[in-house]
C-alpha cells in the first residue's frame, strides 16, 4: 500500500504559478505510475497528467499540455505537479493517484488508479 498526500495548493492570480507536491509513504514508490487529476465544483474529476514509474514517459490533458509539467523524484518519494500561465478554469482540488498495475488500456480514467491522496484545492483568481 502507499499513502499519498498533496500540497501546495492555494490561492494565485491569473496568469500566475503554483508548484504542487505529492509525498507518497512506503519504499515501493518508483513501482507506481503516478497521476494527477483535478475535480472543480459540479464537474467530474478529470486527467490532468501521468508520469512512468521512471520519469521517462509523461502524458499531459490538452487542456493543460504546455502549461503544466509534472515530474518526479524517486529518491524523495514525490510527484510534482508544476502549473504556469494559470486561469480561472484551472481552480480546482487536485488530487495525485497512484497506480500499481500499469496495465489499463486508459490511463486518463479513474479506475486504472489504485490509490488516491487526499486532495490540495487550488484557486485562480481573474
Known amino acids: 500500500q502507499v499513502q499519498l498526500v498533496e500540497s501546495g495548493g492555494g490561492l494565485v492570480q491569473a496568469g500566475g504559478s503554483l508548484r504542487l507536491s505529492c509525498a507518497a509513504s512506503?519504499?515501493?514508490?518508483?513501482?507506481?505510475?503516478m497521476g494527477w487529476f483535478r475535480q472543480a465544483p459540479g464537474k467530474e474529476r478529470e486527467f490532468v497528467a501521468r508520469?512512468?514509474?521512471?520519469?521517462?514517459?509523461?502524458t499531459h490533458a490538452d487542456s493543460v499540455k504546455g502549461r503544466f509539467t509534472v515530474s518526479r523524484d524517486n529518491a524523495k518519494n514525490t510527484v510534482y505537479l508544476q502549473m504556469d500561465s494559470l486561469s480561472p478554469e484551472d481552480t480546482a482540488v487536485y488530487y495525485c493517484?497512484?497506480?500499481?498495475?500499469?496495465?489499463?488500456?486508459?490511463?486518463?480514467?479513474?479506475?486504472?488508479?489504485?490509490?488516491w491522496g487526499q486532495g490540495t484545492q487550488v484557486t485562480v483568481s481573474s
Open positions: 493517484a497512484a497506480d500499481s498495475r500499469s496495465t489499463a488500456l486508459n490511463i486518463k480514467l479513474r479506475g486504472a488508479y489504485d490509490y
Open positions: 512506503g519504499r515501493t514508490f518508483s513501482s507506481y505510475a
Open positions: 508520469i512512468s514509474r521512471s520519469g521517462a514517459f509523461t
